[in-house]
């Protein structure tokens, strides 16, 4: 996903370029929806989807969440000129930088899919969706693991983990063919304590499969999910203390 970071130029205009992939694959979208959809005991809530991409995962979610207001925000103006196509409201918002575009307390639930593991400072990025959220308010976040189950076999074979990059120009030492920008990485343990010590309380953590993974591994992959630790990509629900 592509809200990105403040201050790198270079940066930036990586994640202005089209080529670099914004969308992140359907059932870890529709796993993280079920999630919020349950969450939420009320309707007519406002929904953040925060670096939203294409839109392509807000639009997945959309019809679990009816009667919500959805509104996608990213920094890309590609990827909003694309998010258009598919949500009724997208607006261009930073987590650094001027903010995001939205009052103290006004937001009830926020998705952050697949964002966190872009970020130059995602301390500041959490803050602030702190300052939106209302008390109570839902953090609906994934991303991917590092601790995967196939990432613990390729560092003891010495193969750089799939999801690290080295390079904004090439993939080097890792299966996989695409550079996406990736700075930092999470284990569902290091992802529990950050969140916790930015003033929420974790709720629940939940598994998700990688679309990437090789066709024949995809069983082991789903199998992965019923123990998060182990997922290719975590799915984390907090509330805002």
Same mark, same amino acid.
């Given at each position: 996903m592509t809200t990105a970071p403040a201050e790198p130029r270079d940066l930036r205009d990586f994640y202005e370029d089209p080529a670099v992939p914004v969308a992140s694959g359907t059932p870890r979208s529709l796993r993280q929806a079920r999630?919020?959809?349950?969450?939420?005991?009320?309707?007519?809530?406002?929904?953040?989807?925060?670096?939203?991409?294409?839109? !392509?995962?807000?639009? !997945?979610?959309?019809?679990?969440?009816?009667?919500?207001?959805? %509104?996608?925000?990213?920094?890309?103006?590609?990827?909003?000129?694309?998010?258009?196509?598919?949500?009724?409201?997208?607006?261009?918002?930073?987590?650094?930088?001027?903010?995001?575009?939205?009052?103290?307390?006004?937001?009830?639930? %926020?998705?952050?899919?697949?964002?966190?593991?872009?970020?130059?400072?995602?301390?500041?990025?959490?803050?602030?969706?702190?300052?939106?959220?209302?008390?109570?308010?839902?953090?609906?976040?994934?991303?991917?693991?590092?601790?995967?189950?196939?990432?613990?076999?390729l560092l003891l074979a010495g193969v750089q983990p799939v999801f690290s990059e080295v390079s904004l120009r090439a993939v080097h030492g890792r299966p996989g063919r695409e550079v996406v920008g990736h700075l930092r990485l999470y284990t569902a343990r290091a992802l529990r304590e950050f969140v916790a010590a930015a003033g929420f309380t974790v709720v629940r953590l939940e598994g998700a499969p990688f679309h990437g993974v090789p066709r024949p591994l995809r069983p082991l992959d789903r199998l992965a999910c019923h123990r998060p630790s182990l997922a290719s990509i975590l799915l984390l629900h907090a509330r805002k203390t």
């Amino acid at each position: 996903m592509t809200t990105a970071p403040a201050e790198p130029r270079d940066l930036r205009d990586f994640y202005e370029d089209p080529a670099v992939p914004v969308a992140s694959g359907t059932p870890r979208s529709l796993r993280q929806a079920r999630m919020l959809a349950a969450a939420l005991s009320e309707p007519a809530r406002t929904i953040l989807d925060i670096g939203c991409g294409d839109g !392509t995962a807000a639009a !997945t979610a959309a019809p679990l969440l009816p009667g919500h207001r959805l %509104v996608g925000v990213d920094w890309s103006q590609d990827a909003l000129r694309r998010a258009r196509t598919r949500l009724p409201h997208a607006v261009r918002g930073e987590l650094t930088g001027g903010g995001l575009p939205f009052g103290t307390e006004s937001i009830d639930a %926020v998705l952050f899919s697949e964002v966190i593991e872009h970020l130059v400072d995602p301390d500041s990025a959490l803050d602030e969706i702190r300052r939106v959220l209302r008390p109570g308010g839902h953090l609906m976040l994934s991303t991917p693991n590092l601790a995967a189950w196939y990432n613990r076999a390729l560092l003891l074979a010495g193969v750089q983990p799939v999801f690290s990059e080295v390079s904004l120009r090439a993939v080097h030492g890792r299966p996989g063919r695409e550079v996406v920008g990736h700075l930092r990485l999470y284990t569902a343990r290091a992802l529990r304590e950050f969140v916790a010590a930015a003033g929420f309380t974790v709720v629940r953590l939940e598994g998700a499969p990688f679309h990437g993974v090789p066709r024949p591994l995809r069983p082991l992959d789903r199998l992965a999910c019923h123990r998060p630790s182990l997922a290719s990509i975590l799915l984390l629900h907090a509330r805002k203390t």
